[in-house]
């Protein structure tokens, strides 16, 4: 009898009760090596690879041809014995008797999948699929998707209403230059920067406390290793805070049960990309914007307030956060011109009820108590130069009741890339957009 397996299930079996037992196991060859008298072929699918032996004497000669001389990466299905095997890791090989071919692979193959030689990310985001084969490019997908898992989890066990908001839209929150314009039967529309202001409509609705985990959409004009021009945000706005703290608790909470639960559920990706996750205990640290300049200066970086911290800044207070044992770490009470409009000055001051999150020397996520006077919305909307008419639909929500809130915005790959420790934000996107890339 011949049983139709995966590979995954066969390796699971450990060798033993399968020897002798005939399969058809199917994948990409990966590797062929012949060393004369006998010949090896690598089948690799999603989870790993099984070697098939294939002594010259004991296979059929046309059959041993049509294996040995199988091109790198093509598709096949191999139906033969299970042996036991104390050569192979697995403690086992398979003996073929037959096989089918379903995909041949042109030769030559654009890039290698097992070849030890450094590939440039261009020929690698270029040939994405092909990059994609690597167990350990691969793992940061499956890591990223156990990641938003994760968020449905410990947002649903917080409260939280899943929502999704338009990602077409009529106006944006985060600035008209990254602003990318849509053609809308005539009309000017954009892509959503993020649904800032579609999540603050919703705290007059009554949910009061929604997220969403959707793309974002920036015209970023700089070509830089954390911005792309679109990337997954991780949003979230509650009511009925007192301060901005409460939002502040509420992500450490989330990004420390989120931190665990990768560290449990990603172990074999973690296992395959050799990296551990840390997870650092709460409450982070909180920096004033103010003690951050501070720093800078005793550095020998002088920044005028108001000035915006910059990539730089941000890695300099890093690096001095790292020295004193901090990778997650809070810088709060920027300068309201940084802000947008839709953050609370603290009154009679320069600053603002504002925060990012910064993860080992990169800002990861910002947020903030809003503004829910209606009054004093208008006039921050004004005083940023903004045109309150063109906000109509949202100023109306904060016109009949809006409850005190708060909110923020993670970049879940810039999130990713940071916590693995990889070099560029593109690492965790599967087709990356940014200035010069709008295919594959
Ligand atoms: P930066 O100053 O680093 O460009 P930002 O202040 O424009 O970021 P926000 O508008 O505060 O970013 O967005 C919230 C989060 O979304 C950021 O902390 C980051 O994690 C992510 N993010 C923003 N822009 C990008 C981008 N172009 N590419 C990837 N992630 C981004």
Redesign the pocket.
Known sequence: MTVNVSMNALRDSKSISVSDTTVTIKGWVQDIRNLGGISFLILRDRFGTIQVTMPKKKIEPELFDSLTTLSRESVISITGEVKASNQTELGLEVIPSSFESYSDAFVPLPMGVIDKVNVEMDTRLNNRFMDLRKPEIRAVFELKSIMTGLLNEIMTANGFVNVFTPKIVDSGA?GGASLFKVDYFGKQAYLAQ?PQLYKQMLMSTGLDRVYEIAPAF?A?HSNTN????E?V?FDGEMSWISSQSDVMNMIENIVNKLLIGLKEKGKEQLSILGKDINVPEIPYPVLTYSECLRMLASEGMHLKEGDDLGTEGEKLIGDLMSKKGYELYWISEYPEVEKPFYIMEKEGTSYSFSF?LDFKGQ????GGQREHRYEKLVERMKKKGLDPDNFASYLDAFRYGMPPHGGW???I??MLVKMLDLPN?REAILFPRDLSRLSP
């Open positions: 985060e993020s920036r970023e954390r911005h792309v021009t990337f945000s990012d800002e990861i996520s910002s915005g993670i970049g790959e810039r934000v």
